[in-house]
């Protein structure tokens, strides 16, 4: 009776888990827009505002900051803008870890070739690799939506990024992703 109970745990936590991830692929599948608030740790510094990802590629946020800072990509080119000095910084996107985080192809991919995810209290976490990246992905395990990530940005520090208030396939206007708008 023992080993009968046994098994039946172990194969009901085994389809527990493939279907789980197999239903962040779905979830990841249909989704268009996330609109949300984050929470941004670099070092000890800690950022916060409101971001709109239009996938493929595209990302838009404004900062809880003073100086108005603003992160946008048009799905090419990466601009980070602010009024502190009147200058903005303006990156080839496939030069960043943005790249592949607003990339749901490449992280479904990466997610469908992983073994089990891991189950970290209220959140599944994937370990994404490419070429020397790493990026670490976190799913709220009630609803599945992306609720996180952390990597390493371009200046080798590391970057853990929250997000709360997630809403899912929203309305997007396309033009805040022109960055035009945003050069001084």
């Known amino acids: 009776m023992k080993k009968f109970i046994f098994i039946f745990f172990f194969l009901s936590t085994t389809i527990v888990h493939g279907s789980v991830k197999s239903q962040i692929i779905s979830n990841l599948i249909s989704t268009d827009s996330l609109k949300f608030k984050f929470e941004q740790k670099i070092g000890e510094k800690i950022e916060t505002g409101n971001c709109i990802i239009h996938y493929p590629k595209k990302i ?10 603003v992160l946008v990509s048009n799905g090419k080119s990466l601009l980070i803008n602010s009024n502190k000095n009147n200058q903005y910084f303006r990156y080839s996107l496939d030069k960043t870890p943005l790249n592949l985080i607003l990339d749901k192809e490449f992280i479904i991919n990466k997610i469908g070739e992983l073994g089990e ?17 790493e990026i670490i992905i976190y799913f709220d395990s009630l609803n599945l939506n992306l609720v996180g990530w952390s ?13 709360s208030i997630v809403k899912k396939n929203i309305q997007v206007d396309e033009n805040i992703f022109d960055i035009r708008k945003y050069t001084n």
């Open 117 to 133: 995810e891991i189950s970290i209290n209220e959140y599944y976490k994937f370990e994404l690799y490419y070429e020397n990246l």
């Open 151 to 163: 990597t390493i940005d371009i200046y080798q520090n590391k970057v853990e990024t929250k997000l």
């Open 60 to 69: 838009f946020c404004e900062y809880d900051d003073f100086y108005k800072k």
